[in-house]
T-cell receptor, first 116, second 112 residues
Framework: DTGVSQDPRHKITKRGQNVTFRCDPISEHNRLYWYRQTLGQGPEFLTYFQNEAQLEKSRLLSDRFSAERPKGSFSTLEIQRTEQGDSAMYLC??????????????FGEGSRLTVL | DQQVKQNSPSLSVQEGRISILNCDYTNSMFDYFLWYKKYPAEGPTFLISISSIKDKNEDGRFTVFLNKSAKHLSLHIVPSQPGDSAVYFCAARNFGNEKLTFGTGTRLTIIP
């Protein structure tokens, strides 16, 4: 499978616990993005990596959120001390380094977080 | 602040007819627009895009029209097929900015 892979697909946790999501982008895609989608809304940008460098971070990403892409390949998104408002679908996407591309992002199937 | 708006949450169209999905934006700095399609339990998939230097882009059954003065774009699907039933998201981007701003989506249902 050469698509964007996310793990786990679904996570149920209690308020206050920490959770971590992993994203494996399409190989040779140097750009990686995290988005969050809540019910009835479109995806909202969280953060963006080019290789291992985190180049942009949304104001939505509070101090409880941290994302890494240590070797420029897979990425992790950690949420500490989860709150019920963190319940959402967390989408990872990647895109190739080709200049002048369509701007297309290749999305994974998402990791759904439910905070009880 | 909803910079990209899709005011129709849902749309039903007869198979074979034209589907028209609309999108409005408020940020005049947006210069690239994309449409994504999303099936349940899947991530969004790219459909078609248009640069602000164009007013129309076609790809098979899909055509996107951009009216910069009205800050409005539309996606036309003709003829509509049952497999087109999905949620469609409009998205926009500033030049040099990697962030996509999405609308809230329109659920399209094609009636056989």
């Amino acid at each position: 499978d050469t698509g964007v892979s996310q793990d786990p697909r679904h996570k149920i946790t209690k308020r206050g616990q920490n959770v971590t999501f992993r994203c494996d982008p399409i190989s040779e895609h140097n750009r990686l993005y995290w988005y969050r989608q809540t019910l009835g809304q479109g995806p909202e940008f969280l953060t963006y990596f080019q290789n291992e460098a985190q180049l942009e971070k949304s104001r939505l990403l509070s101090d409880r959120f941290s994302a890494e892409r240590p070797k420029g390949s897979f990425s992790t998104l950690e949420i500490q001390r989860t709150e019920q408002g963190d319940s959402a679908m967390y989408l990872c996407a990647s895109s190739p380094p080709i200049a002048g591309n369509t701007g297309e992002l290749f999305f994974g199937e998402g990791s759904r977080l439910t905070v009880l | 602040d909803q910079q990209v708006k899709q005011n129709s949450p849902s749309l039903s169209v007869q198979e074979g007819r034209i589907s028209i999905l609309n999108c409005d934006y408020t940020n005049s700095m947006f210069d690239y627009f994309l449409w994504y399609k999303k099936y349940p339990a899947e991530g969004p998939t790219f459909l078609i895009s248009i640069s602000s230097i164009k007013d129309k882009n076609e790809d098979g059954r899909f055509t996107v029209f951009l009216n910069k003065s009205a800050k409005h774009l539309s996606l036309h699907i003709v003829p509509s097929q049952p497999g087109d039933s999905a949620v469609y998201f409009c998205a926009a981007r500033n030049f040099g900015n990697e962030k996509l701003t999405f609308g809230t989506g329109t659920r399209l249902t094609i009636i056989p």
